[in-house]
């Protein structure tokens, strides 16, 4: 069956450090992958889409990599900052469908 | 535009109520997407639309959830009879077509959080 893997222990980092989150998928060969953000009583909030035929995507400080034969997203933020505590969430596209699904999440802490 | 804006914030319901969950999505967005968000779970998509028309509804738990739009800018999300574990986060969600193109991810709106006691 299709499965998203995201850590789900909370990453927690000093400020000024770069995070890094993972994203595993099995049994999707998705066409694009969306990462969103969502902090406590809110919704998502998209923030990155990445196509199979591109390798990163870069957008102020986050970076998105993508790698189809690994099934592996990587999301950073560089020069990470309190305010970018929150809980991201990967969705590849289900299988064909242009319709994302989500991972649990992972749950990033910055420090200052 | 002030967004996708689901109402009620909050609804709290004794078991075998009906609970009514609505939506607006954002204006000449062809797209609308009702999810649920557990602990347990994440977040589910239950149904969505294509220009006021289900197109899927595979992640509807049972008979007792039904999704309605009658138009472009109103949508309702209907449990009947409700159960306890109906309890959970319900968002809306909305996005113009081709996000695969144009690069645009789905607008959430903030959810209603339900309770059934």
């Known amino acids: 069956s299709q499965k998203i893997e995201q850590n789900s222990e909370a990453l927690n980092i000093q400020e000024g450090k770069t995070a890094t989150l993972t994203c595993n998928y099995t049994?999707?060969?998705?066409?694009?992958l969306q990462w969103y953000r969502q902090d406590p009583g809110r919704g998502p909030v998209f923030l990155l889409l990445?196509?199979?035929?591109?390798k990163e995507k870069r957008k102020e400080r986050l970076k998105v990599t993508f790698d189809t034969t690994l099934k592996q997203s990587l999301f950073h933020i560089t020069a990470s900052q309190p305010a970018d505590s929150a809980t991201y969430l990967c969705?590849?596209?289900?299988?064909?469908?242009?319709?994302?699904?989500f991972g649990r999440g992972t749950s990033l802490i910055v420090h200052p | 535009d002030a967004g996708v804006i689901q109402s009620p914030r909050h609804e709290v319901t004794e078991m075998g109520q009906e609970v009514t969950l609505r939506c607006k999505p954002i204006?000449?967005?062809?797209?609308l997407f009702w999810y649920r968000q557990t602990m347990m779970r994440g977040l589910e998509l239950l149904i969505y639309?294509?220009?006021?028309?289900?197109?899927?509804d595979s992640g509807m738990p049972e008979d007792r959830f039904s999704a309605k739009m009658p138009n472009a800018s109103f949508s309702t999300l209907k449990i009947q009879p409700s159960e306890p574990r109906d309890s959970a986060v319900y968002f809306c969600?909305?996005?113009?077509?081709?996000?695969?193109?144009?690069?645009?991810?789905?607008?959430f709106g903030s959810g209603t959080r339900l309770t059934v006691v």
């Open positions: 969600a909305s996005s113009p077509r081709n996000t695969r193109a144009t690069g645009n991810g789905y607008t």
């Open positions: 639309f294509n220009n006021n028309v289900p197109i899927d």
């Open positions: 990445i196509r199979e035929n591109e």
């Open positions: 049994n999707y060969s998705p066409a694009y």
């Open positions: 969705a590849p596209e289900r299988g064909g469908s242009y319709i994302p699904t």
């Open positions: 204006s000449g967005h062809d797209y």
